[in-house]
């Protein structure tokens, strides 16, 4: 229980903690959950990565989420977010490698094992607010077969990875309902509907 309530804290940091209550519930309340996304539309990760052994990590949890957030649990029992600066340095060293074939995350993933796991770059890449920072990388990495391959891999345990899976699948399946109108869905913009949601809402006061 303690742990959810301090989830549920970072949550707050973000302006989410009904989604992730309702993630961390795992009551099998749909419609709490999909009424909680529609409130909080997700252009974000609110993730929780842990450290595991000396630099290497382990995303333990992660939900949509309106803004990104990453908090760090550190072998030494520290906790703490970490800044846009930080993540984007890390992204963009992580990139450099895979420019140069050093990265763990496109090599197989028995190369993986024998390094003996992913660092901090390389687990935040993995995530799915690495997918959204690192989105810039494109295909030398999203659309690598090793890294696809691998992915799981990055996660604690497979429960950890298939609670993330299903939430982002709950959140584009909301974000795409036919009430939904122009782009949406996870990695698509609201924008537009919120500029034509706005100006609607003017007119017709």
């Known amino acids: 229980m303690k742990h959810i309530k301090k989830i549920a804290t970072y949550a707050a940091i973000g302006g989410f903690g009904a989604i992730v209550m309702a993630g961390l519930s795992g009551c ?3 419609n709490e959950f999909e009424s909680a996304n529609e409130q909080n539309q997700a252009t974000g990760a609110f993730v929780i990565i842990e450290e595991t052994s000396a630099g290497k990590y382990k ?4 939900y949509p989420a309106s803004q990104t957030r990453v908090v760090l649990k550190q072998l030494d029992g520290t906790e703490r977010v970490l800044s846009k600066e930080e ?3 890390l992204v963009a060293a992580e990139n450099a490698k895979i420019d140069n ?11 993986q094992l024998s390094s003996g796991g992913l660092g901090l770059g390389e687990i935040l890449l993995s995530s799915m607010a690495g997918a959204i920072i690192g989105s810039w990388i ?9 890294f696809q391959s691998q992915r799981q891999a990055a996660y604690k345990n497979p429960s950890a990875y298939t ?19 122009g782009k949406s869905g996870f990695f698509g913009s ?3 509907n919120k500029a034509s949601s706005s100006s609607t809402q003017s007119s017709g006061g």
Not at 101 to 111: E, M
Not at 138 to 146: T, V, Y
């Open 28 to 30: 099998g309340n749909n």
């Open 190 to 192: 609201n924008t537009q």
């Open 59 to 62: 995303v333990v949890e992660e």
């Open 87 to 89: 993540m984007d340095a």
């Open 101 to 111: 074939g050093t990265s763990n995350l496109t090599k197989p993933a028995d190369a």
């Open 163 to 181: 609670r993330s899976v299903n939430s982002f699948n709950n959140a584009r399946s909301t974000a795409n309902a036919p009430k939904s109108s």
């Open 138 to 146: 494109g295909n030398k990495l999203f659309n690598n077969q090793n």
